[in-house]
């Protein structure tokens, strides 16, 4: 049954973004990042799509997505949580090959615990805290992580399989943290290397980082919202990655309403004459942002719209002039931008954030409807 409003995923074009990355990653693997229901695109069906597009690895923040991901048939594809959290049923992602992440000594000594539990090593990485300023060991606490994960490889526990860190600015290039985080992991890896740790893969870059800095490929690249057809630097263009998120709706109704007639909510929005306002079944319980009222545009009647008025929970409205559209017609809210409909990256603009958090935010609510690929 049709959903009133839905995002289509285009699944090849995932796989042409992870291709043309693939590339430009220079003879590194690549990991597909898909945690938060990749990016919003939808965990499993997007995972295949990356995975056929070249990608070696999957990347998830939560071990709870790298579950799903077993659960749902996606074996013998090395999967890495990023997200070290205590307390996690770790014994259990040992058992399915998850990688597993650590940044302090008392978290690898938890999955050391678990790898017993499960009667097999644990594949762990670690994690540095280069600049970043979040997750991951600092500098200064980097030996006494290592001494922790050589111990317990010694016992049999585990086996250090990668080294990494995250940017925190690649996106703008020429910021003089890029080249110092380069540096700092480096000498950490040095160090590492140098205390007795055999990683198979060390790795810096983001979806920023590929784009911009060969520099800092090492041996793995972790593509996220670029892998979906979003640049992450905007001011350098799209590099040539196509959006796969299309966010349309259905026309729910269509009325004649005299000028000074007040809109939605508050009334912040007020006809200047008679007009057609048509009513979109989408709203903030969608992910649509609330405060896009009377600012964002949308693509209906043959060209764009701007929300009138606020947008509610379930719905908003648009001023159509003396266009008109029937029940049922096709509004699209953002897309690809190839019939003239708005893209994320311009939602994002007019709101001040970015692009990630648009199609990110697009609730269950809206059913994902899979094109161009397997699902």
């Known amino acids: 049954m049709r959903s009133p409003a839905q995002a289509r995923i285009d699944l090849a074009a995932i796989s042409h973004n992870v291709s ?46 790298a579950l799903e991901l077993r659960r749902a048939g996606i074996t013998g594809v090395r999967t890495l949580v990023c997200l070290g959290v205590p307390g996690e049923p770790y014994d259990e992602a040992i058992a399915l090959d998850v990688d597993l992440t650590a940044g302090t000594p008392s978290l ?9 539990r499960a009667g097999r090593p644990a594949r762990l990485q670690l994690k540095a805290d280069t600049g970043m300023g979040r997750g991951g060991s600092t500098p ?27 940017f925190a600015c690649a996106d703008d290039p020429g910021h003089p943290s890029i080249a110092n985080q380069i540096e700092v992991f480096t000498e950490l890896v040095e160090h590492a290397e140098k205390a007795g740790i055999r990683p198979e893969i060390r790795h810096l870059s983001n979806s920023a980082a590929i784009l911009t800095l060969p520099e800092a490929r090492f041996d793995l690249v972790r593509p996220g919202i670029a892998m979906y057809g979003l640049t992450p630097v905007p001011a350098l263009g799209t590099f040539g990655l196509r959006p796969a998120m299309t966010l349309t709706a259905d026309t729910a109704v269509v009325k004649r309403v005299p000028a000074g007639s007040g809109v939605s909510y508050g009334h912040t929005y007020v006809t200047d004459r008679e007009t057609n306002l048509a009513l979109v079944p989408a709203g903030y319980g969608d992910g649509i942002p609330r405060h896009g009222s009377n600012l964002l545009e949308v693509f209906a009647a043959g060209r ?31 897309g690809p931008g190839d019939r003239g409909e708005p893209t994320a990256q311009e939602w994002a603009d007019t709101l001040g954030t970015i692009s990630y ?10 059913p994902r409807v899979y094109e161009g690929g397997a699902s």
């Open 20 to 65: 043309q990355l693939r590339e430009r990653a220079g003879g590194a693997e690549v990991m597909a990042m898909v945690k938060a229901e990749a990016y919003g695109h939808g965990l499993v069906p997007a995972a295949r799509a990356a995975l056929a597009g070249g990608a070696t690895w999957l990347g998830v923040a939560k071990l709870a997505e």
């Open 108 to 116: 690898v000594e938890e999955i050391a615990a678990a790898a017993e």
């Open 140 to 166: 200064a606490d980097w030996t006494a992580l290592v001494e922790a994960a050589l111990k317990a490889e010694a016992a049999g526990h585990l086996r250090v399989v990668g080294l990494y860190s995250h």
């Open 304 to 334: 764009r719209r701007r929300i009138a008025g606020r947008v509610c929970m379930d719905q908003f409205v648009i001023d159509l002039g003396d266009d008109t559209l029937s029940a049922g017609n096709e509004i699209i809210l953002f």
């Open 357 to 366: 958090e648009i199609v990110t935010r697009i609730g269950s609510r809206v």
